[in-house]
């Protein structure tokens, strides 16, 4: 399994994080390379080091379960009734789209997304947040991250 895999699949997990501990809903860009990943999110305010702190905890620990990953492909409208908008980021999905490829991964995060993924969690390795900066005029914070 490449080292883009292994990081792109650490977006979910780190999104999940960031749902529990930051309560954002809105991811509003995403990019990998090799074993780097970096997740832009929608937020109103600066998180503090602690909380930062605490997302790469929670990201690992999800890693450290070795939660199984599913994909699915599903009729947009069950996704939409199964999960409402949650599959949903701030890229939009063109409304001639009626089926949506799932990336499912159980109590922690769900996403329309068609790229390739690990089976579990566990595959990932571990996350290391490298650097983070808050983007006060967007009102976006930016996550680097590596796997290892
Ligand atoms: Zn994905």
Known sequence: M?????????????KGAAVEVLGVKWTS???VNDSHGRLTLQLDRKPTEDEMRRVEDAANRVIT???GVEEMVMGRAEAEERWGDLVYDLFPIPES??????????GWNVNAC??????STGKIGSLTISK???????GV??????VG
Do not use: M, Q, W
């Not at 983070?132 to 967007?138: D, F, G």
């Open 114 to 119: 068609n790229r390739e993924h690990c089976s």
């Open 97 to 106: 789209v009626t089926e949506l490829s799932i990336c499912h991964i159980p």
């Open 141 to 146: 914070l930016e996550i680097s991250f590596d």
């Open 29 to 31: 860009g995403v990019s």
């Open 65 to 67: 379960e070795d939660v």
């Open 132 to 138: 983070y900066r808050y983007r006060a005029n967007k």
């Open 2 to 14: 490449s080292d883009e895999v292994r990081a792109h699949t650490a977006l979910h997990v780190l």
